[in-house]
């Protein structure tokens, strides 16, 4: 069954974070099977370029660059990068966050727990402070989030705290915004088969880690959603957090009937 998306996405410029494998990865091929000229950025350089390789041997448009979205300038860097190769921007999905490591706050690392909040939190924010400016023609911020914003759960706090502060903060975006033609809204994916449920599985913390590996959806899934967000068929959602746990949301995009 195929998305339902009116949208004509050839052209439209498309910078995805996080894109090195799992949502990131499998959005880059779904926005570059319908066209759209594909930046993907990630920390490891080897395999987003192997992935903009594979794009672009298929006739698609697709670029690699190297980005620590932790790193203001290197965000700033990425966005300058991608205007400069395909002329614009037109969609922003803030995807790349971490989970690790999974333990309590009691004797956690501190500098790590710290940086899980400056790539999930300050990334984000990040990419929309350096997209912002080259989106006056209007576009789409699209952040990945989580039903962790709202379900605490063991060993997850600098987590789920990262996800409800990107939910708010796509909340504000939406506000300041919206009336300059900028479409935000959060994708919360529930529980994907992705590496980090490997990671999830592997800490034994926690309910999501007892999860048997069918519980968890495609990863084609979430793609097919972010593509569908794209589309003013979403727009009765901006500002708001899409849940792909919804029959409701998954028959709108096409994934069941």
């Not at 909040?117 to 990334?123: S, T």
């Not at 300059?180 to 309910?207: E, F, H, W």
Request: overall charge negative; hydrophobic content about 45%.
């Amino acid at each position: 069954m195929g998305v339902q998306t009116m949208i004509d996405l050839k052209n439209k410029t498309v910078l995805i974070t996080g894109a090195s494998r799992g949502i990131g990865e499998a959005a880059a091929r779904e926005f570059a099977n319908l066209g759209a000229k594909v930046v993907l950025a990630a920390r490891s350089e080897k395999q987003i370029k192997s992935i903009a390789d594979d794009i672009a041997s298929k006739g698609g448009k697709a670029i690699a660059v190297t980005c620590d979205v932790s790193n203001a300038a290197d965000v700033k860097s990425m966005v300058d990068t991608t205007v400069e190769t395909f002329g614009s921007l037109d969609v922003l999905i803030n995807n790349a966050g971490v989970i690790e490591p999974i333990e309590n706050m009691n004797g956690c690392d501190i500098e790590a727990w710290g940086q899980v909040i400056d790539i999930n939190v300050k990334g984000v924010f990040y990419g929309i402070h350096a997209a912002l400016p080259h989106m006056k023609n209007g576009g789409t911020i699209i952040t990945i989030g989580s039903g962790a914003a709202t379900f605490p759960l063991e060993g997850w706090a600098h987590y789920c705290t990262s996800k409800a502060a990107v939910h708010q903060l796509n909340a504000c975006l939406d506000k300041e915004e919206r009336e300059n033609g900028i479409r935000a809204l959060v994708l919360s994916p529930g529980t994907v088969a992705t590496d980090m449920q490997v990671a999830i599985k592997d800490s034994g913390v926690n309910a999501v880690s007892k999860l048997d590996w069918s519980d968890h959806i495609p990863v084609e899934w979430p793609a097919k959603a972010l593509v569908w967000m794209c589309d003013p068929a979403s727009n009765p959602w901006l500002g708001q957090v899409i849940s792909l746990r919804e029959d409701n949301i998954r028959r709108n995009i096409g994934l069941i009937e």
